[in-house]
């Protein structure tokens, strides 16, 4: 037992260090305005567009006025998740009161609550595949996807064994319920734009 549990720490090790790695190259090369995380070992990047931004933005005007404008959310900050070099960069993620940054200076995966990706058509089958999965792996309470060529959100909840039990879609312009859940809110989209 205690081979496997070291073993397990020498990987997450070793895979902080090659994230490391991506993120200086990152940081270095990507111009701002282009959002760059590593899924799966591949580093994915796209530019971030007005419809993009403007969700996200009304996504956080909803924490803020359902938590206040002290809410700890970030947006396109780097979270290393689960499994092989995942160093996400969520559109938005909101942690839980009292979370802090780990000794390296960052935001720890065990802390995240609530996580929304607005999908674009380069990283979409990232959110919808190794993404999805990693959060459920991770714990994350509710995972909700924007979908603006669709016109559609996709909430996500109740994570198990590395998938989320419950599935709940809505329409741009219906109110995604998210009462019940971590976040406890009711979600406007009538004003999401589509893509």
Not at 127 to 149: C, H, M, N, R, S
Request: with cysteine; charged share 30%.
């Amino acid at each position: 037992m205690t081979v496997v549990e070291t073993d397990r720490i020498a990987m997450a090790d070793d895979n902080a260090k090659s994230l490391d790695a991506w993120f200086e190259l990152i940081e270095r090369m990507v111009p701002e305005g282009i959002k760059a995380e590593v899924v799966e070992g591949a580093v994915s990047m796209v530019p971030q567009r007005n419809v993009h931004w403007q969700i996200i933005r009304r996504i956080l005007y909803a924490l803020d006025d359902r938590f206040s404008r002290d809410v700890l959310a970030m947006t396109d900050v780097r979270i290393d998740f689960p499994g092989y070099q995942n160093g996400f960069c969520p559109d938005m993620a909101k942690f839980r009161d009292g979370a802090g940054v780990d000794e390296e200076g960052r935001w720890r995966h065990e802390d995240v609550e609530f996580i929304a990706e607005v999908i674009s058509r380069g990283t979409r089958m990232n959110d919808y595949g190794p993404k999805k999965a990693t959060y459920a792996e991770a714990g994350v309470p509710v995972y909700l996807i924007a979908d603006p060529y669709q016109g559609r959100c996709h909430v996500y909840t109740n994570p198990k064994d590395g998938e989320y039990l419950t599935e709940a879609r809505s329409d741009f312009g219906d109110d995604v319920d998210l009462t019940g859940t971590i976040i406890d809110l009711t979600l406007k989209t009538a004003e999401f734009p589509r893509d």
